[in-house]
């Protein structure tokens, strides 16, 4: 039961740097989501996709882009890391009915 | 004001307490709740839904009053393995799950 997988569980970026968050799922679900938690903040939406083909942003996409690939996989992508990005990132999707999110186990991102 | 907004604790409990979290939203068009459970360093995994009606989960009872715009999170009996922290969860509607999870409050239940 895989559920949702998110690649990398940790990593530490310099300043200036790119990188990819992997995010897939196997339950067939037509919502996906990227969100970052902060200490004291709660979960922030940071871009969403209702369904293969479309995105929309969310509460605090500066600094971030998105791809849905397929069904299956949602990547966040920093173009150019910041410290203000040291966060931990969720992904996680719903079924059409959007009555449940099932997250995947988080990324532990450190900006230096 | 945030738009949904807990009391961050922690709260600490003996075991066999009941112990109650409340949680405020400012949207009144607002249409699904939600909690969901944290524990230390992994992801949120839904603990239960919110109705209008009330739902009673074993020990657990939400309650929503939308006079009011809140919900609550009763824990009756608490456990050990109850401490973690507790996050509402509200959904204003409109089409997809842009769902407002508040900052969560801490719960820490002990021997």
């Known amino acids: 039961n895989a559920g949702v997988t998110q690649t990398p569980k940790f990593q530490v970026l310099k300043t200036g740097q790119s990188m990819t968050l992997q995010c897939a799922q196997d339950?067939?679900?037509?919502?996906m989501y990227w969100y970052r938690q902060d200490p004291g903040m709660g979960l922030r939406l940071i871009y969403y996709?209702?369904?293969?083909?479309?995105?929309d942003k969310g509460e605090v996409p500066n600094g971030y882009n998105v791809s849905r690939l397929n069904k299956r996989e949602f990547s966040l992508r920093l173009e150019s890391a910041a410290p203000s990005q040291t966060s931990v990132y969720f992904c996680a999707s719903s079924d059409i009915r959007n009555t449940e999110a099932f997250f995947g186990q988080g990324t532990r991102l450190t900006v230096v | 004001r945030k738009e949904v907004e807990q009391d961050p604790g922690p709260f600490n409990v003996p075991e066999g307490a009941t112990v109650a979290f409340n949680c405020t939203y400012s949207?009144?068009?607002?249409?699904?709740f939600f909690w969901y459970r944290q524990d230390c360093r992994k992801e949120p995994k839904l603990l239960m839904s919110?109705?209008?009606s009330g739902n009673e989960d074993g020990r657990f009872t939400a309650q929503l009053n939308r006079a009011s715009q809140y919900i609550s999170l009763l824990i009756r009996d608490s456990k050990l393995s109850d401490s973690a922290t507790y996050l509402c969860v509200v959904n204003p509607g409109g089409g997809g799950f842009k769902t407002i999870f508040g900052a969560g409050t801490r719960l820490f239940v002990k021997a």
């Open positions: 339950m067939n679900h037509n919502s």
């Open positions: 949207n009144s068009a607002s249409q699904s």
């Open positions: 996709s209702a369904s293969e083909g479309t995105t």
């Open positions: 919110v109705y209008s």
